[in-house]
Structure formats: structure tokens, C-alpha cells
């Protein structure tokens, strides 16, 4: 593995590349701490890893629906909501009017 700095990428771009072209992973540096993994793109990343991280990124930023993430990702929605779980992305995501009604909902039902 390499380590690359956010210099070396404008005078080294063809070496990190060579690199992924061969299966190196490659870090990349600013002013010391890790900014990002290079990681070489194949169809085993595409499939285990990409798709399923460029889903929870979609629906974190609230630009998909669970749903939908759950599709891209290639899981069902339950197992998509326990992946999402285990990132630390919620996938409940209610206003405060919302989550009012809720536990005014809930304590009606208590009250039963």
C-alpha cells in the first residue's frame, strides 16, 4: 500500500493510477491524516462495497428513499435498515411536529 499526499496527486497521478490498475490500495494524505482510500475498481468492490456505500450516501443526504437505497444497495429493506444501523445512519427521520404526534399517539395508547 501507498501513501500518497494531496501534492502528490497533481505530480503523481499516473503512479496512483498504475497502482489501482494492479490491485494496490493507496492512501491519500493532507498535511498527515488520511483523507481517502484509492481503492482499485473491479466488479467484487462494485458489487460488495460500492453500490451498498453509494446507497446509504444517497439516502443520508435524503436525495432517495429507503426504499430505493435498499434496491441500489442490492439488499432487502430490512437487511439495508440494519446495514444503515451498523453505519450509523438513522433510518427514522421525523420532524419534531411528527415525532409530537408519535409519542402523543403512543401515550394515548398507554392510557388504553
Same mark, same amino acid.
Given at each position: 500500500m501507498q501513501t500518497?499526499? !494531496?501534492?502528490?496527486l497533481r505530480e503523481r497521478t499516473g503512479e496512483l493510477i498504475r497502482g489501482a490498475e494492479d490491485?494496490? #490500495?493507496? =492512501?491519500?494524505?493532507?498535511?498527515?491524516? *488520511? !483523507?481517502? =482510500?484509492? !481503492? *482499485?475498481?473491479?466488479?467484487?468492490? #462494485?458489487?460488495?462495497?460500492? #453500490?451498498?456505500?453509494?446507497?446509504?450516501?444517497?439516502f443520508d443526504d435524503e436525495a432517495i428513499t429507503l426504499r430505493q437505497a435498499a434496491k441500489i444497495a442490492g439488499m432487502l429493506l430490512g437487511e439495508f435498515m440494519e446495514f444503515c444501523s451498523a453505519q450509523g445512519v438513522s433510518v427514522v427521520r421525523l420532524s419534531a411536529d411528527e415525532l409530537e404526534a408519535e409519542l402523543a399517539h403512543v401515550e394515548e395508547l398507554a392510557r388504553r
Open positions: 500518497f499526499t !494531496v501534492r502528490d490491485g494496490e #490500495l493507496s =492512501i491519500v494524505t493532507k498535511h498527515g491524516t *488520511p !483523507v481517502f =482510500i484509492a !481503492v *482499485p475498481f473491479d466488479e467484487k468492490v #462494485l458489487h460488495k462495497g460500492v #453500490l451498498a456505500a453509494l446507497a446509504v450516501k444517497l
